[in-house]
Nanobody, 123 residues
Framework: QVQLVESGGGLVQAGGSLRLSCAAVGRTASSYAVGWFRQAPGMEREFVAGVHWTGGPTAYANSVKGRFTISRDNGKNTVYLQMNSLKPEDTAVYYC????????????????WGQGTQVTVSS
């Protein structure tokens, strides 16, 4: 069993930055790939970024490439999502999730989910 807790969301102006954290609790937490997803009101949940359990390979949605950076610190069992040059269309609830598969965009492949953190970008 793996528990995930997100933090770091908030309100920011367009062009600003936020860093989200996803803290994992569980004996096998470091064995899972982690993905960040987001869901805006009335929209489907979409894949944002993913990181391999080793912290090496990463994957990004085209909409965030060059602006967002995912990383992980297995010593702290924490995955980060650094978000720069934020746009109003980035406004959503952001979730982290754990999967045995790296970089998959299908949310059904993720076994454990956090509760989400709200990110609001004002224009």
């Amino acid at each position: 069993q793996v528990q995930l807790v997100e933090s770091g969301g908030g309100l920011v102006q367009a062009g600003g930055s936020l860093r989200l954290s996803c803290a994992a609790v569980g004996r096998t937490a470091s064995s899972y790939a982690v993905g960040w997803f987001r869901q805006a009101p009335g929209m489907e949940r979409e894949f944002v970024a993913g990181v391999h359990w080793t912290g090496g390979p990463t994957a990004y949605a085209n909409s965030v490439k060059g602006r967002f950076t995912i990383s992980r610190d297995n010593g702290k069992n924490t995955v980060y999502l650094q978000m720069n040059s934020l746009k109003p269309e980035d406004t959503a609830v952001y979730y982290c999730a754990a999967s045995l598969l790296f970089g998959v965009s299908d949310s059904n492949k993720y076994k454990f989910w956090g509760q989400g953190t709200q990110v609001t970008v004002s224009s």
